[in-house]
């Protein structure tokens, strides 16, 4: 079974500085989708970013970024010139077919608290 | 606004209640996940209806079941509540195509007394 692994319960970061936040998966699949969620506390789930396995090039989304290295299947996420808006809990996830079809789910990580200093 | 509406937004009740929530997907889209999120378990996939057909099933409790109706909207019936079942349940939907993105609603906390 595919696995999501946040090791980085909470994370902190002064405005306008860069912090990175961390996720491995397991999978034996060659092409999926991976995705970083963001839960500001309106708790609202918001897509951050996309990758798809298949591409090489890092998926961008202006202040946004991942660091996807397939061979170590590590995902992590960067986020530059950090704002108090960014505040909140981040989760990284996995896209399972289910059942061998072309149904899927999604599998969370436990999340990333980031908290962002003034 | 991510287009999934859930209501109701917060509900109380007691220990061996029954509570319905419910779900409609955004406009066009077949496919309703509902999934629990509790502090010590993360989000939990539940279970997966496409065009009114359960597809799946993940950790969901036999207490609790689920149904898609033909205007699309879902509803989770939660029965013979216990401390435990205290989260947040969202719903999801997911559009045509394969890029894999769920769009969530806003959720609905249910808090057991």
């Known amino acids: 079974a595919q696995t999501v692994t946040q090791s980085q319960p909470e994370m902190s970061v002064q405005e306008a500085e860069t912090v990175t936040l961390s996720c491995t998966y397991d999978?034996?699949?060659?092409?999926?989708?991976l995705f970083w969620y963001k839960q500001p506390p309106s708790r609202q789930m918001i897509l951050v970013i996309r990758?798809?396995?298949?591409?090489?090039q890092n998926a961008t989304e202006n202040r946004f970024s991942v660091n996807f290295q397939k061979a170590a299947k590590s995902f992590s996420l960067k986020i530059s010139d950090s704002q108090l808006g960014d505040a909140a809990m981040y989760f990284c996830a996995y896209r399972t077919f289910l059942d061998g079809g072309s149904n899927y789910k999604l599998t969370f990580g436990k999340g990333t608290l980031l908290t962002v200093n003034p | 606004d991510s287009g999934v509406t859930q209501t109701p937004k917060h509900l109380i009740t007691a220990t061996g209640q029954r509570v319905t929530l419910r779900c409609s997907p955004r406009s066009g889209d077949l496919s309703v996940y509902w999934y629990q999120q509790s502090l010590d378990q993360g989000l939990q996939f539940l279970i997966q209806?496409?065009?009114?057909?359960?597809?799946a099933k993940g950790n969901i409790l036999e207490r609790f079941s689920a149904q898609q109706f033909p205007d699309l909207h879902s509803e989770l019936n939660l029965s013979s509540l216990e401390l435990g079942d205290s989260a947040l349940y969202f719903c999801a939907s997911s559009a045509r195509g394969d890029t894999g993105e769920l769009f969530f609603g806003e959720g609905s906390r249910l808090t057991v007394l």
């Open positions: 209806y496409y065009n009114g057909e359960e597809r």
């Open positions: 999978t034996s699949e060659s092409d999926y989708y």
């Open positions: 990758q798809e396995a298949y591409k090489q």
